[in-house]
């Protein structure tokens, strides 16, 4: 069975550009969740998908992230237009319903932007 | 505040030794934890979950307990080897919300 996957591994930008980053989670998983690391900090919950609907965006940090899922399969994350201090390692997870069980994660995609 | 801490943030072993790894959190309300490990550029690697209700749990050599009266969490890694290096992270999922608080992990180097 494949694992959770994200698309692109690394990503370089320049300041003001966007850049969309994709999760495949793991077939039949309902729950999708992003994290991010930004450098020297803990990872930190960015937001949480059951299906297609968003259950908890509260650690989205401003209004330049968007996430979609539609269709509740894969999901991506857009970030307009990106600053220096969203450099980091963004993290896809996922898990089945109920969401009491192990959280999967990706292989994350690291984002710099200059 | 909800937090989770790890002590030490890096740790260097002589192979074949038993160790054990610390995880804090700060509210008791838990819904469950989970350890996981994470190689240099690459994603995180579940090793175990333990529910509130659980004690501890086992994997082959690794056992991690759980005692939310005092608010920690131990990953004890028995019989060290060089492939066990690599960043051991605890994350814990409260009772509101689904999403896991991390701590910052422990960077573990087992010699040869």
């Known amino acids: 069975e494949a694992g959770v996957t994200q698309f692109p591994s690394h990503s370089v930008i320049e300041k003001g550009q966007t850049v969309t980053l994709r999760c495949d989670p793991i077939s039949g998983h309902d729950n999708l969740y992003w994290y991010r690391r930004v450098m020297g900090k803990e990872i930190k919950f960015l937001l949480h998908?059951?299906?297609?609907?968003?259950?908890?965006e509260s650690g989205m940090p401003n209004n330049r992230f968007l996430a979609e899922r539609t269709g509740g399969t894969y999901s991506t994350l857009k970030v307009q237009p990106a600053e220096l201090e969203d450099s980091g390692v963004y993290f896809c997870?996922?898990?089945?319903?109920?969401?009491?069980?192990?959280?999967?994660f990706g292989p994350g995609t690291r984002l710099t932007v200059l | 505040k909800q937090e989770v801490t790890q002590i030490p943030a890096a740790l260097s072993v002589p192979e074949g030794e038993n160790l054990v790894l610390n995880c804090s959190f700060t509210?008791?309300?838990?819904?469950?934890l989970q350890w996981f490990r994470q190689d240099p550029g690459k994603g995180l690697t579940s090793l175990l979950l333990i529910q509130s209700s659980q004690r501890e749990q086992t994997s082959g050599r690794l056992n991690a307990s759980l005692d939310k009266s005092s608010g920690r969490s131990t990953l004890y890694i028995a019989a060290s080897q060089p492939g066990d290096s690599a960043t051991y992270l605890c994350?814990?999922?409260?009772?509101?919300?689904?999403?896991?608080?991390f701590g910052g992990g422990t960077r573990l180097m087992v010699k040869p």
């Open positions: 994350a814990v999922k409260y009772n509101a919300g689904n999403m896991l608080t």
């Open positions: 509210d008791s309300a838990i819904y469950n």
């Open positions: 998908f059951v299906k297609e609907s968003k259950q908890d």
């Open positions: 997870a996922s898990s089945q319903q109920p969401s009491s069980g192990p959280q999967y």
